[in-house]
């Protein structure tokens, strides 16, 4: 992760001062920023009775520990006319503009870099989203031209929807004057990921599409031992049973292996970098009574660079779109009835998260 984040910084910045041939001014690059840092908690599930009548009526609790989340992070991002800019910065909040292809500000390094460790429902997970973006305007007058460009380096782990990957994108940018506020751009992107594709399962497949799963489990280091009366006793590699039934190894036992065995084999594979072409369009207007922040990237096209891990490999050699998008739209209907609607959604490869909220607020005085 150091070696990721001095790349993205030192790639920004060699960018940015080669084309604007300035000297790195430290102290404008970081002034208006903001460093925070906060502790979360809450009550998670509640607790359940479990029954078990193996050995008589035998009764125990099963408890998810309390959800919690340590965050740490520095942003220095411009903030759009919807957003609260008062409010402390404390992790729950959730500015979907984050995720937009262009900020407000040009000319300027803007930056976050944000960790969050977190416990929900019982299961921990990292949160990392880091990246810095610098919107070059400068000079020229043309509609087309080398200065008008978006250049942005950023690194997403998502632990809850299972996706981390680095991307970096270099893309020209476009006004139409016929349409006021909108922006247009396309360009080339970079992304550096596990072989999303990859199915570590697919070598254990028999001819008839089943899975040989108890050979599988006794080369991960399961063990099975038979008493000779029929009976069955199935233990994990720690040497600890795990089963004396047929019914709980399948059940229970089999997919826990599957799981463990499909993480081991993608943790050894490295990292695979696809180059794509992208295009997309933002569009901004903001109003006191009314505002819309719409901003939507595509990538039809995927270089073929070939290699076993390849995804065009697990996709039978072809083409495939990825795509991200995103809304943030507020309007008062009155001075009491306001709606609202504001979300993102992406999908790269076979992977798909996304987060929104829409409602209505009324105002009672």
């Keep these: 992760m150091k070696k990721i984040l001095a790349f993205i910084i030192a790639f920004v910045i060699s960018f940015t001062m080669t ?3 300035k000297k790195i001014d430290f102290k404008n690059i970081f002034k208006f920023g903001t460093v925070y840092g ?3 908690g809450g009550t998670s599930l509640s607790d359940e009775d479990e029954y078990s009548v193996t050995n008589g009526l035998q009764t125990s609790i099963n408890e998810t520990p309390y959800d919690y989340s340590i965050l740490f992070g520095i942003r220095k991002i411009k903030k759009f006319g919807h957003e609260d800019k008062e409010r402390f910065k404390n992790g729950t909040e959730n500015s979907f503009s984050d995720a937009a292809t262009l900020g407000r500000w040009n000319n300027k390094i803007e930056f976050l870099f944000e960790g969050e460790y977190k416990r929900q429902e019982g299961e921990t997970y990292l949160d990392q989203h880091h990246f810095i973006r610098y919107v070059g305007t400068d000079g020229c007058t043309e509609k087309f031209c080398w200065k008008h460009y978006i250049v942005k380096v950023e690194y997403l782990e998502d632990g809850f929807a299972d996706i981390k990957y680095f ?11 016929e349409v006021d506020n909108l922006t247009f751009n396309f360009g080339a992107a970079q992304r550096l990921a596990e072989p999303y594709g990859y199915n570590p ?21 399961y063990t099975i031992e038979f008493d000779g009366q029929g009976g069955v ?13 047929t019914e709980v190894w399948e059940a229970v036992v089999i997919p826990t292996a599957l799981s463990d ?3 081991k084999k993608r943790n050894e594979l490295k990292n695979t970098i696809q180059h794509s072409f992208v295009v997309g369009f933002d569009y901004y207007k903001y109003e ?6 719409t901003w939507g990237n595509i990538m039809p096209y995927h270089y073929d660079a070939g290699g076993e891990f390849s995804y065009h490999e697990y996709n039978d050699g072809k083409q495939w779109l990825d795509y991200s998008g995103g809304i943030v739209f507020g309007h008062w209907v009155n001075k009491n009835l306001g709606v609202f609607i504001e979300g ?3 999908k790269y490869w076979n992977r798909q998260w996304h987060g929104f909220s829409a409602g209505i607020n009324y105002r009672v005085f």
């Design 233 to 245: 006793e199935y233990f994990n590699p720690d040497g600890n049973s795990v089963a004396t039934s």
């Design 201 to 221: 399962l697919e070598e254990w497949l028999l001819s008839n599409n089943n899975l040989h799963y108890t050979q599988l489990a006794l080369e991960e280091g």
């Design 288 to 293: 006191k009574k009314s505002w819309l922040h």
């Design 261 to 263: 065995y499909s993480e």
């Design 167 to 177: 991307e970096a994108s270099e893309r020209l940018t476009y006004k139409p004057s």
């Design 344 to 346: 993102t959604y992406n």
């Design 38 to 40: 906060a502790v979360n």
């Design 19 to 21: 084309a604007q041939d």
